[in-house]
């Protein structure tokens, strides 16, 4: 645009006192072309490097995954040997096999509780219902620390009575704990976006309670009930500080197993192939739930049309 | 003493390579209350948004004031728009929506509040100021909305279907209400709507549009009365369309008989789309009647009765103040001036 | 409707329990000398609040408040500009952008920290390499404060990322439009109407951040060769060591941090939102 055009336009708008200081300045003609070209690459590179910082020690630990000498200090050739040797190792294995069961011990318990007590929640009035919801955010807003030595401190009240509780119960007690907020919180929006008839309708209609709520509002919340329970398995299997305070007898999950060897020989770069497992089947997760979203996009403009 | 205010140029828009906005050639002057009518996807509202400078012609100009403002951003047109969800900033109360215009251009108390509390005034919501933006009624948030735009005293405002969320009586009352502050204000008022009964009502001038382009522009008694095609025809109020043949001597032929009417610039033996609307027709006697009908169904419209015909095989609409019976054969009387014809369209005329 | 509302009960039991009981036990602790959780030879005293003034304490609350802080300025210089951007990009990629940020945590945060500890060591894989080709270069800061909080950053930025950006797409574009319809351009769209709605993201994301760094042991420990001292890690100390009394009271202190933090949150939002 010429000084002459610019000139014109700011005739008919109140000579641009609209603009501020630093919209002039980006604007001025020289700084405008420049910005033009500037600024794409300028986010491009931005979004690059906060990957690159997210991914690199994910990116390390595959690539010592395959490395052949045992030492991340140096790179000893590609090998697979490390993957075959994921289960060789008792205290690697038992730390694997008990992770993932507490992990969907804990996805079922919290997700079954969690939905039922969201529920309970949603049906109270609002004020009681936000001062639930305080109290329900208190475990999410405290230091793991906190919450695990809390934990551990109420649970060796309980030792006179059972003295072998420490292990997997009361991993599992802590767990379910800890993730149950998350699995309300999760519930709880789309119970809101409910008809608040559909129960009473369902009972109105001949359904016993358990009936209207399985056949009725259960459906009908799913999607925040799934994204609880993918939520709380998430949290619970890869959980350090909780668990590390609440464990005892030996029961070890996978981070408290990798606290105890770092720096040390019992670390097993079998570690790293288990780690790497994991990311690539989340990965082909990812990649799933985005062409499955994509499809479901595609079908629904071709009924559009 | 009409002065063009704005004009678009062959502007052309085209979203996935389909033309939303097809060649269209448009002026619109000082003090107007224009509309721009049509279905949905007619690009009515892709016009508008050009206008205000959210979207930006792929080709044609945009002229204001004699200033190609094609590339001009929204902030830099003296142009306001009512948008059609309203758009009112959550985070401020009614006070702080309608000064948000008036900060932008620095302006301070006490004149800032005086403005406000004018432009509240204007639209009937005097003592508003401080209420939060969710608690008002869908019509309340309207007229703020309004209030917002026109504070700025913008050169121009675009409304894009403003009253589409109210219920019927607040949306005539409302359609009264910007008429008039259209007057007052002085300002160039562009409407936007689908509804043809709140075109008619507001405007000065009625632009029809479907498919990108420009039907009909006119005086909406000009649109209603002589509409130029078939898709105007339908569009506007009821009609009913008969093919017809030009007999020379202001006489036409249509449905077996012959009437006399009253337009310019159609040659003998042309063919041409009869045009009656069904409040045009008189119902009388069969026996003396140029047409005679037999009534299908009877509805009660409350001020007139909506009837559904067939006359010689075709089905007609007729609206009359009198009832008639179902299976009643009826008489059908048109005056003269109430004929009106319509020029073929190509594709028509392909096909005889 | 209202039947439904039995369900609760056990929760609020639930909650109240495990919540209240060990603030108790912690309280009673604090003010004790015990032999672990043995209360037979429990005496009442005050000694573990004098220790407070110890120089240790002093520097790892110094410490945790310094790198919390620094790391969580950090994660908001760099989370709200890539909320930001990724909220106005053309393409509705939300999806994929969540799940983009969040594949990292899938890999065990332990490994993640070490590997990154790695790579600020002197030797390490790419320094070999690039020695290789002659190239002697290396980022040696392992052991510092600087990698503990870049530590800190590479754990917790989708943390702040995340609940900004869910807030950011959530606002009406329409209100971009109307600002800049009423004269506002796109800087001033941005001061005042992009910021003030998106606040109530960037407080989750503060909180988000800054309590785990605050309060957390395992990425000081790791990054800072056990050299560092932070809140959490004099904690673990304590806790290890079977010194529940002192331990108590540490943790006193970081509840108290919290329950400041929720006061905040309850006053921001009603419904629970903003944790989402």
């Known amino acids: 645009m010429s000084e002459q055009e610019m000139q014109s336009i700011a005739a008919l708008n109140y000579n641009d006192v609209n603009l501020t200081w630093l919209y002039r300045f980006f604007h001025r003609n020289h700084v405008a072309k420049f910005n033009k070209v500037f600024l794409p690459i300028l986010k491009v590179v931005f979004i690059a490097f906060v990957f690159l910082v997210l991914y690199l020690p994910v990116i390390l630990i595959a690539v010592q995954s395959v490395n052949n000498s045992a030492d991340p200090a140096s790179f000893g050739g590609l090998t697979l040997q490390w993957y075959t040797e994921i289960f060789k190792y008792r205290s690697l294995r038992s730390a694997i096999l008990d992770t993932l069961l507490v992990a969907f011990l804990t996805l079922i318990i919290s997700t079954v509780l969690g939905t039922l007590f969201a529920i309970g929640i949603h049906a109270l009035e609002k004020k009681k219902r936000q001062k639930f919801i305080i109290l329900n955010n208190i475990p999410l807003v405290n230091a793991e620390i906190v919450t695990g030595i809390s934990l551990m401190l109420l649970f060796s009240l309980l030792l006179p009575i059972f003295p072998s509780i420490f292990g997997l119960p009361t991993m599992l007690i802590a767990h379910v704990f800890f993730t149950l907020p998350y699995v309300v919180l999760s519930v709880l929006p789309k119970l809101s976006e409910l008809d608040a008839n559909m129960y009473d309708a369902a009972v109105d209609l001949g359904d016993s309670p358990i009936k209207a709520l399985s056949k009725v509002i259960v459906p009908a919340i799913w999607p925040g009930i799934i994204a609880g329970a993918m939520l709380a398995f998430t949290m619970s299997i890869d959980d350090f500080v909780i668990s590390y305070y609440t464990t005892g007898n030996g029961f070890n999950n996978i981070s408290i197993w990798i606290y105890s060897s770092i720096g040390k020989t019992s670390l097993k770069p079998a570690i790293y192939a288990y780690s790497t497992i994991v990311t690539l089947l989340a990965s082909a997760f990812i990649v799933v739930a985005i062409l499955w979203n994509n499809h479901k996009r595609k079908a629904g403009t071709k009924i559009e049309k | ?352 | 409707m209202n039947k439904l509302k039995r369900f609760s009960l056990p929760y609020l039991i639930l909650l109240l329990v495990f919540i209240a009981i060990p603030m108790i036990t912690m309280i009673a602790l604090s003010f004790m000398t015990t032999e672990g959780m043995h209360f037979s030879n429990a005496v009442f005293t005050f000694a573990n609040f004098s220790r407070l003034t110890e120089i240790s304490v002093i520097v790892g609350l110094w410490n945790s408040l310094k790198y919390a802080t620094i790391a969580t300025l950090a994660c908001l210089a760099i989370g709200y500009p890539l909320a930001y951007i990724f909220s106005r990009s053309k393409n509705k990629n939300g999806f994929l952008i969540t799940l983009l940020l969040v594949l990292p945590m899938w890999s065990n945060i332990l490994l993640r920290t070490n590997a990154l500890g790695y790579f600020f060591s002197a030797n390490n894989m790419i320094t070999g390499l690039l020695s290789q080709i002659g190239i002697n270069w290396s980022i040696d800061i392992k052991g510092t404060g600087l990698s503990v909080v870049i530590g800190l950053i590479m754990v917790y930025l989708p943390f702040m990322i995340l609940p900004i950006y869910t807030v950011l797409d959530k606002i009406d574009t329409s209100l971009y439009d109307a600002s800049s319809d009423l004269g506002g351009d796109p800087i001033r769209t941005f001061k005042k109407v992009t910021i003030p709605l998106s606040l109530k993201g960037v407080t989750t994301g503060i909180i988000l951040v800054f309590l785990p760094c605050f309060s957390g042991f395992a990425v000081p420990r790791i990054m800072g060769n056990e050299k560092i001292v932070m809140l959490g890690t004099i904690i673990e100390d304590n806790f290890i060591y079977m010194d529940y009394n002192f331990g108590s009271l540490i943790s006193m202190l970081l509840i108290f941090a919290i329950v400041i933090a929720l006061f905040v949150i309850s006053k921001v939002d009603k419904e629970g939102e903003t944790l989402l």
């Open chain 2, 1 to 352: 003493m009409a002065k063009k205010l704005i004009e678009l140029v062959h502007v052309v828009k085209k979203y996935d390579g389909e033309a939303a906005v097809n060649n269209i050639n448009l002026y619109i002057n000082e003090n107007e209350f224009i509309t721009l009518l049509g279905p949905s996807g007619c690009g009515k509202t892709t016009t508008l948004r050009m206008i205000g400078g959210f979207e930006t012609p792929d080709s044609g100009d945009i002229i204001l004031d004699g200033v190609k403002i094609n590339d001009v951003p929204p902030f830099r047109r003296p142009i306001n728009t009512v948008f059609q969800r309203y758009a009112l900033f959550p985070h401020l109360d009614v006070f702080g929506n309608v000064a948000y215009g008036l900060k932008n251009y620095h302006m301070k108390d006490p004149e800032l509040t005086q403005k406000v509390t004018e432009a509240l005034h204007m639209v009937n919501l005097d003592g508003f100021e401080k209420r939060k933006v969710d608690s008002l009624s869908g019509g309340q948030q309207q007229r703020v909305a309004i209030a917002r735009a026109t504070v700025i005293r913008p050169r121009i405002l675009l409304l894009d279907e403003p009253l589409a969320a109210l219920d019927l009586k607040l949306r005539q009352s409302m359609q009264y209400e910007l008429k008039e502050m259209q007057k007052k204000l002085g300002i160039t008022f562009i409407y936007v709507t689908h509804d043809q009964e709140e075109a008619l009502t507001m405007s000065d001038t009625v632009v029809v549009m479907n498919k990108g382009v420009i039907q009909q522009i006119g005086h909406p008694r000009d649109i209603y009365n002589e509409p130029k095609n078939r898709f105007v025809c339908n569009f506007i109020g009821q009609s009913n369309i008969f093919d017809g043949v030009v007999l020379g001597d202001h006489k036409v032929k249509f449905c077996g008989a012959t009437f006399e009417y009253q337009e310019e610039g159609f040659e003998k033996d042309e063919a041409v789309d009869v045009v009656i609307r069904p409040e045009d027709f008189d119902v009388v006697p069969s026996k003396t009647a140029p047409l005679t009908a037999k009534v299908l169904s009877v509805v009660f419209k409350g001020v007139h009765f909506e009837m559904v015909v067939d006359l010689g095989g075709k089905i007609v609409t007729v609206h009359d103040y009198e009832e008639s019976k179902v299976g009643d054969t009826i008489g059908l009387h048109i005056d003269p001036y109430e004929i009106h014809l319509m020029k073929l369209s190509h594709e028509q005329a392909q096909t005889l």
